[in-house]
Structure formats: C-alpha cells, structure tokens
C-alpha cells in the first residue's frame, strides 16, 4: 500500500490511515477484544503517536481530531523543577474555599467586587461562579480576611488551607539531601508493586524494602520502576511486579538499570498477582546465595493458588461464559472461576472450587479492599470459618481499590 511513495506528508497520512482502520479491525483479530467490546488500546495508543508525527512533518501543533480530547503532558528538566522549588515564596497560605451565596438578585456584581478583593488579597487566583456556589483558589497572607469576606455574601461549605512556606522549606530539604536509601546493609533490597497500603505494610513485614503503588489501572512506568530501584542501597535487588502488565515494563527497568549501573544486578520473579508476591516473600531469606533464594521465591509463588474478586465493568464473556456489567466475578490463576450476583456466596464458591481442585492446602489469607468495610471483613471471616472447617482462616485490610477481595490459597 506504500510503493511509491516519497513524500514524507503522504507516507505518514497514508499511515495514520492504515493504523486507525487496523484499531477498528483489531476486535476481529483478538476474540477477548470482540467478547468484551473493545478495540486494542495499545494498537489505539500508537495510531495518535503515528498522527502525532504526522501533524509534526506539517509543522502543526495545534491537537486535532481525537487528540483534541486528550488531556497534554506538561513536562520540565529535573533542573527547573528544583530552580522552582527554591524560589521565594510571595504568600504563606494557600487558600480554597467553596461558598454557598445568599439569594440575591446581584449575585453576578457580588461575584465581581469578590474577585477584586481577591486581586488585591494576594495571587494565583482561581475564581468559578455557578448558580449560587463560589469555588475559589487564593495565594494569601490573611486567609482570616478572605474567609470573613465571603461570610458576609453567604455561608462556607468547604475550607482548606495550606502553610506554602511549611512545604517549601520540606521539598528543599528533601532535594538538597537527596532521595532516601532502602535496603542497606542487605545483600538483596526488595522491590514490589503494591495497590494498597495495607499489602504493602504486610509485604515490609516480611523484608520487603520498598513499595511502589501501583496495580489494576495504575500500572508504574518504567520510570517509577527505574527510580525504585534506583534507590535500594543493595548491589542486588529483587522486584516483584505482581502484576502481569507489569511485568515486562519491570524487566525494561532492569536493562536500563544495568546500562547505567553495570555493577548492580536485578532480578525480576515473575509474579502475576499481589498473592504470588506475598507468597514469594515468606521463604525470603536475605542471608541465602541469589540462585538459591531467586529459585526458593519463584517455587513459592507458583506453589499458591491466588483468587481475585472483583466485578464486571461491562457486559463480556470469559472462558465461554456470559458476564452481565454489574455481577461479581472471581478470578484464579487460570482466568475465570464464577460469577454472581451475591458477593458473600461468591467468595464461599470460588475458594470451594479451587479446594476441591487440590487437596493438600491448609491456609486461606484474605485481603479485604477500600471498598468493603471491617464489619462486612468479620462476618465473612465467621461464615467461612464455619462451611470450611478444616481450614485455617485469617483476614486483613489490604486497602486495594477495585478488588473487594484478594485471596491466598496455601
């Protein structure tokens, strides 16, 4: 479809043609992309670069089209950003308030005569009127004053302020000492890839050295990962993906790392689910030879059997079976295990699936997410307690968005 054609103009608009029309194809291509609906948005992602440099051979840098919708990547030299951060601050406070206006007919002047009180009050001001609310954003000394001026037009929803000087004074002192070290004194310092806090308290327990957050929609990029890595003291250091987008990103990493820093060796065990990498991380034992250990790790989180609760986004269809937007699914280490409509009976029929399946397990963890409370955690503990009563149960705040449960099966 490119033979004979030399001008760059007309080979990247031939290009970006043959890219977006491939992007509608590709659910025609992957059956997972046609039963869920979607198009690839990896193949979508590098059609509006081949459009970027399209628009770049014409000299326009102005978005167009789809890329009009997408939001701009504003970036900055590691240079200018510490040049900003130790520039003298003109105000002290920063200053957002939401104001609910009494009725009035002059609503639109009273708005007006508040923005010039603000101009006069200090700076970076960020004023928005609709309806009756006030939203505003004010760089000041007096935030007494601006508050006690927005109390006479009407009455305050929302108060927020912040000691600029207080942060500045920090973020300097954290540049001119530098990043902080992890794992020193230890032959291998530990990375891993954690979507709540409570997991990665639990991974730091178990000698973890550093967590990166990150997980389903949130993926870390190879910059995050770099860095990380970056910032174990160790020569050697283990990573722990947990994910299986991420895997490959991390992997990226370590190359780049080992570019700059021949003398530094990373080693990346392949997990798939934050389960596997807490699995991994129970035989950890930093005083072992890194063969041994790398391999003891890898045959841990193999050897656990993970279930991830979650819910469907979208009507799809997964291993031949129908999911309906809005049901709660569970997932294994081999893709879908069941569905429904009832959170609690889920649970109980996706651990008694994967137990009935292999026999010499002993030890369910559950990691409960943000979205389900302490109560709900504790009834679910009892009643699982009491179908499988051969088994040992524990259960504890993971904090990780999108999944209600994260279970580990030993």
């Known amino acids: 479809e490119f033979g004979g054609i030399e001008d760059f103009d ?12 491939t992007v509608e194809k590709t659910p025609t291509l992957l059956p997972k992309l046609k039963e869920a609906g979607v198009v690839d948005s990896g193949a979508k992602g590098l059609a509006y670069i081949f459009e970027g440099f399209l628009l770049a051979t014409k000299g326009d840098i102005e978005l167009e089209g789809p ?8 970036g900055s030299s590691t240079e200018r950003i510490v040049e900003i951060v130790r520039e003298e601050l003109k105000f002290t406070y920063c200053t957002e308030l939401i104001v609910k206006l009494d009725e009035s007919d002059s609503q639109e002047e009273t708005s007006e005569l508040l923005k010039a009180y603000l101009e006069e009050m200090g700076d970076s ?3 928005v009127h609709q309806d009756e609310i006030i939203k505003i954003h004010v760089h000041t000394d007096h935030p007494g004053d601006v508050i006690e001026k927005f109390l ?3 009455f305050l929803q929302k108060v927020k302020i912040d000691n600029m000087k207080v942060q500045h004074e920090h973020i300097v002192d954290i540049q001119s000492r530098g990043p902080e070290m992890f794992g020193k004194e230890k032959h291998h310092g530990v990375i891993v890839v954690s979507p709540g806090d409570g997991l990665a ?9 550093y967590a990166v957050k990150g997980g389903q929609t949130m993926n870390p990029s190879l910059k995050d990962l770099y860095e990380a890595i970056s910032r174990i003291a160790a020569d050697k250091v283990i990573v722990l993906p947990n994910n299986p987008n991420i895997i490959l990103t991390a992997k990226e990493a370590a190359n780049a790392i080992h570019d700059d820093n021949p003398g530094k060796e990373v080693y990346i065990i392949p997990t798939r689910t934050v389960q596997e990498g807490i699995a991994a991380m ?7 030879d890194s063969e041994s250990l790398i391999r003891e790790m890898e045959e841990a989180a193999e050897a656990v059997s993970p279930i991830s609760i979650t819910y469907a986004v979208r009507d799809s269809s997964m291993k031949g079976k129908k999911i309906r937007k809005g049901e709660y699914i569970a997932i294994g280490r081999d893709g879908l295990i069941t569905s429904g409509r009832k959170l609690e009976k889920l649970v109980h029929d996706s651990i008694k699936t994967v137990l009935g399946k292999d026999d010499d397990k002993e030890v369910v963890t559950i990691f409960y997410g943000s979205e389900v409370s302490e109560e709900a955690a504790g009834k679910l503990l009892e009643s699982l307690s009491g179908s499988f009563s051969d088994f040992e149960f524990e259960i504890h705040s993971g904090g990780q968005p999108y999944y209600y449960y994260l279970i580990s099966i030993e």
């Open 201 to 209: 308290d639990v991974l730091k327990s178990l000698g973890v050295d």
């Open 152 to 154: 006479g037009v009407g």
């Open 282 to 288: 129970t035989v950890y034992n930093d005083e072992m």
């Open 125 to 127: 001001i960020v004023m």
């Open 67 to 74: 890329l009009q919708q997408m939001p701009q990547a504003m």
């Open 10 to 21: 007309e080979y990247f608009e031939k290009l970006v043609e043959v890219a977006f029309d």
